[in-house]
Structures are given as C-alpha cells and as structure tokens.
C-alpha cells in the first residue's frame, strides 16, 4: 500500500531553518508529483511547493519563493523541502502529497489532484 511518511518539524526561532522529509513507500514514485501544502492554526490547507517528475517543473507559493526550496532524491524515494529565514507565519502543519498525474505547472497548487497524502509534521516558529 502507497504511503508517505514526513519527518523534520520542530520548534525554531524566527530567522531559522528547518528541512522536512517525505519519504514514499509502495509506489513507483520517481514517475509521481510531489507536493507540500501547509495548514496554520484555524487556517485553510494552502500549497507550498511543487515539484515534477525528474525535476521537470517545480512551483512555489509567492510568500516562499527564495526562502523555500523544493527537491526530491528518486533513488531515495525522499522529498524534502528546506525552509530558511523562518517567519511565524510559516508555523503550521506540514504535510507532503503525491499524484500520478501529468500536471501542468499552473494545475500544480491544487490539492485536489493529489490522491495520496501524509499524516504531516509539525512547523513552529517562535521565540
């Protein structure tokens, strides 16, 4: 059975970094689309980031463009997003999501098309 399993959260201080993992079980994921989306406290779940298969395409929310970056290791079936200049803003629930589908970049911020989530991590920000 298809899984995904994210690890990484934690508590850091404004202006830190953090690194999220998602590791992918049961599935021939290096043909997938990964994804993370975020869900602050008494908030919506939002995207965060993107990327295609073999790194084709990746996408980013405006608030993290050029804080956040988005990577994925096929041999590894792992996909990570590393987070710098942390604000308190990004204090939510991480979580990372997978679908088969041939998105096209601008279809990539719809967690409708993602069949395939996980439990999520935990993010806070805060000194």
């Known amino acids: 059975q298809a899984q995904l399993v994210e690890s990484g959260g934690g508590l850091v201080q404004p202006g830190g970094s953090l690194r999220l993992s998602c590791v992918a079980s049961g599935g021939a994921f290096s043909g997938y689309t990964l994804a993370w989306f975020r869900q602050p406290p008494g908030k919506d779940r939002e995207f965060v980031a993107a990327v295609k298969r073999a790194n084709y395409g990746k996408s980013y929310k405006d608030s993290v463009k050029g804080r956040f970056t988005i990577s994925r290791d096929n041999a590894k079936n792992t996909l990570y997003l590393q987070m710098n200049n942390l604000a308190p803003d990004a204090t939510a629930l991480y979580f990372c999501?997978?679908?088969?589908?041939?998105?096209?970049?601008?279809?990539?911020?719809?967690?409708?098309?993602?069949?395939?989530w996980g439990q999520g991590t935990q993010v806070t920000v805060s000194s």
């Open positions: 999501a997978a679908t088969n589908m041939r998105l096209i970049t601008s279809s990539l911020a719809g967690a409708q098309w993602y069949a395939l």
